[in-house]
Nanobody, 114 residues
Framework: QVHIVESGGGLVQPGGSLRLSCEAS????????MGWFRQTPGNERELVAT???????SYAEAVKGRFAISRDNYKNTVYLQMNNLKPEDTAVYYC????????WGQGSQVTVSS
């Protein structure tokens, strides 16, 4: 059985930092492209960052230079370090286990507000 579990969300002031974690089980983690997406009410889910099995990273323009994705294949975990957070980063953040899989986590709320 596959489990994709996010943690680390919460409330933070503008300019602050948070780190999201996503632990995957039931898949061969080292093979998977892992990604973080986010969604706000009434909008489609959007890509934030991805990291391939070989460690190549890509980011949405809105988060470049502020967010960093990383993975630990021994812990079956992918991370999203979010720095200099802005109110527009407020969203539910979802972890995705992509190719060759297609699984989603339950989401973790991130709220950036003073």
């Amino acid at each position: 059985q596959v489990h994709i579990v996010e943690s680390g969300g919460g409330l933070v002031q503008p300019g602050g930092s948070l780190r999201l974690s996503c632990e995957a089980s039931g898949i061969i983690f080292r093979l998977a492209v892992m990604g973080w997406f986010r969604q706000t009410p009434g909008n489609e889910r959007e890509l934030v960052a991805t990291i391939t099995s070989g460690g190549s990273r890509s980011y949405a323009e809105a988060v470049k230079g502020r967010f960093a994705i990383s993975r630990d294949n021994y812990k079956n975990t992918v991370y999203l370090q979010m720095n200099n957070l802005k109110p527009e980063d407020t969203a539910v953040y979802y972890c995705n286990a992509g190719s060759p899989y297609s699984y989603w986590g339950q989401g973790s709320q991130v709220t950036v507000s003073s």
